[in-house]
Nanobody
């Protein structure tokens, strides 16, 4: 079971950018489906970006063109680059991974490991 450690949350004004990072404790992350989810108060946890292996990213329509998911060269750190942020994007953002087959369009219940979830707050 992978341990996931996130960093990079915080507060930013609308139109600004943030980058979230997620480091996996094991080096098998290159073979896993990894994803970023977010959950606002009173709402379900929703996927915003998924990456299978190294080269198959998928971005939710709601943030397409603003968010990018990627990994570093060592394949141990997952990133979520968030640009042109809007207040409605304020949420707790979670890094997650899945050991089994498949990646899209799997939802939160299908993922095995989770980070602690940093808060992202976008002010108007």
């Amino acid at each position: 079971q992978a341990q996931l450690q996130e960093s990079g949350g915080g507060s930013v004004q609308a139109g600004g950018s943030l980058r979230l990072s997620c480091t996996a404790s094991d080096n098998s992350s290159s073979a896993r489906c990894m994803a970023w989810f977010r959950q606002a108060p009173g709402k379900e946890r929703e996927a915003v970006a998924r990456l299978y292996g190294e080269a198959y990213p998928s971005i939710a329509d709601s943030v397409k063109g603003r968010f990018t998911i990627s990994k570093d060269d060592a394949k141990t750190t997952l990133f979520l680059q968030m640009n042109s942020l809007k207040p409605k994007y304020s949420s707790v953002y979670y890094c997650s991974s899945r050991a089994g087959a498949g990646c899209y369009p799997l939802q939160a219940a299908d993922f095995d490991d989770w980070g602690q979830g940093p808060q992202v707050t976008v002010s108007s």
